[in-house]
Nanobody
């Protein structure tokens, strides 16, 4: 049974930083592209960042480029999202997700497995 557990969410002020983690079990982590998605109240889920199974291809949502960094540690079956210079519009539930080998070609939410999410709240 595949399980994906996010952690590291919380409440910080504008300009602050958070580091999200997602630990996966029940799958061969090395074989999966891993992504972060978020959903704000009243909005659709959107892809924040994704890293392919070999780590050689990464994309970011335009609004987070230069502020967020995705990384993975295959030895620990863990995905990370370092978030700096946080803004109020980053407030959302953040989900990690896995997809075999490659990130979705259209950067959509076509993933195979999902975590339950972690809340990130940015206050001004």
């Amino acid at each position: 049974q595949v399980q994906m557990v996010e952690s590291g969410g919380g409440s910080v002020e504008t300009g602050g930083s958070l580091r999200l983690s997602c630990t996966a079990s029940g799958l061969t982590f090395d074989d999966y592209a891993m992504g972060w998605f978020r959903q704000a109240p009243g909005k659709q889920r959107e892809g924040v960042s994704c890293i392919n199974w070999r780590g050689g291809s990464i994309y970011y949502l335009d609004s987070v480029k230069g502020r967020f960094t995705i990384s993975r540690d295959n030895a620990k079956n863990t995905l990370y999202l370092q978030m700096n210079s946080l803004k109020s519009e980053d407030t959302a539930i953040y989900y990690c997700a896995a997809r075999i080998r490659w990130c979705p070609p259209n950067r959509n939410a076509d993933m195979d497995y999902w975590g339950k999410g972690t809340q990130v709240t940015i206050s001004s």
